[in-house]
């Protein structure tokens, strides 16, 4: 069974660099040909992709974020983290990892972490 296990802190403060950690169990992140995702959604809004990395280690993020957002990867320890610098008040929001798989035009979520609030305030 493929689980993924958040961690890391849910509050943070503003102009700091928000951390979460997401690991896998299950499948190795760099089989093919998946990606791993991070996913958020601010109290009463929708879903809100933030980005991937590959099975490869590549990575690719949503526009309106990408200045402020790094994804890396642990392979020995089959984790994914996402960095979201410079952060205020607007990005508080519980936090998502998941399992992201194409499948030609199609976009699949198969698996969810538990996710995490992260409250940004002073």
């Known amino acids: 069974q493929v689980q993924l296990q958040q961690s890391g802190p849910g509050l943070v403060k503003p102009s700091q660099t928000l951390s979460l950690t997401c690991t896998v169990s299950g499948q190795s992140i760099t089989a093919h040909y998946d990606y791993w995702s991070w996913i958020r959604q601010p109290p009463g809004k929708s879903l809100e992709w933030m980005g991937a990395i590959a099975y490869s280690g590549s990575t690719s993020y949503n526009s309106s974020l990408k200045s402020r957002t790094s994804i890396s990867r642990d392979t020995s320890k089959n984790q994914f983290t996402l960095q979201l610098r410079s952060v205020t008040p607007e990005d508080t929001a519980v936090y998502y990892c998941?399992?992201?798989?194409?499948?030609?035009?199609?976009?699949?979520?198969?698996?969810w972490g538990q996710g995490t609030q992260v409250t940004v305030s002073s």
């Open positions: 998941a399992r992201q798989e194409e499948a030609y035009a199609t976009t699949y979520f198969t698996h």
